[in-house]
């Protein structure tokens, strides 16, 4: 599969596993799963053909691991904005987290804190580049450090997604590193 497909059905795949289901008639269970099967039926249903090989392709090569498939299921592994409980066990987080973001929202995240706005969590990054490319997507990047130890120590809870994403439900301003010339 060439890579604009690729992109193309990861982004199909993400709308629909983590947004908004009803629009191609699928239900996800509590945990976010649908049977690989039903999905693929759905999106044929609706003139978007994918086949199981190229879904388990997407599935394997995805630049960021978006998608998990077990017992002939599939979900979104993270980014959900209904409501699904994605069973994942409290992990102690790495001291130092990142989160990227852009110049306009430095204002209310330095009053407000980081809020989760439309998804379940905060999404943070172990790594100073993915935060880097998650800003981009809305301007230029600007990367906060956030201090997980301390918020662990504070007893905010973190869980690690099947795809390396931290994430939380708030992060205090107290916790959050800006840039010299943010
Ligand atoms: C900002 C993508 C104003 C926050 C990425 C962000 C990620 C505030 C935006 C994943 C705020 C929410 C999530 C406050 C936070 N006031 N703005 N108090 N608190 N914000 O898309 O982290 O490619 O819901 O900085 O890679 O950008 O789709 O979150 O800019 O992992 O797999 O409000 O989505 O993954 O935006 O991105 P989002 P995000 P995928």
Same mark, same amino acid.
């Given at each position: 599969m060439d890579d604009r497909r690729m992109v193309k059905v990861s982004k199909y795949l993400s709308r629909h596993l983590r947004h908004d289901p009803g =629009?191609?008639?699928i239900e996800l %269970?509590?945990?976010g799963w649908v049977d690989v099967d039903v999905l693929l039926k759905a999106l044929? %249903? =609706?003139r978007f053909h994918v086949t199981r090989e190229e879904l388990d392709e997407v599935v394997a090569r995805n630049d960021k691991q978006r998608f998990a498939v077990r017992?002939?299921?599939i979900r979104a592994s993270?980014?959900?904005t209904v409501a699904v409980d994605l069973d994942l066990e409290p992990a102690y987080p790495p001291p130092v987290l990142f989160?990227?973001?852009t110049d306009r929202f430095l204002d209310a995240i330095r009053d407000e804190g980081l809020k989760a706005m439309d998804r379940h969590d905060v999404h943070l990054s172990p790594d100073r580049g993915t935060a880097v490319k998650v800003g981009s997507r809305r301007g230029r990047p600007v990367v906060l450090k956030i201090d997980a130890a301390r918020m662990a120590e504070e007893g905010h809870t973190f869980y690690e997604s099947e795809n390396g994403v931290w994430?939380?439900?708030y992060v205090p301003s107290w916790?959050?590193?800006f840039p010299d010339d943010a």
């Open positions: =629009r191609i008639g %269970d509590e945990h044929a %249903d =609706r017992d002939g299921k993270q980014g959900h989160h990227g973001t994430l939380t439900e916790a959050i590193g």
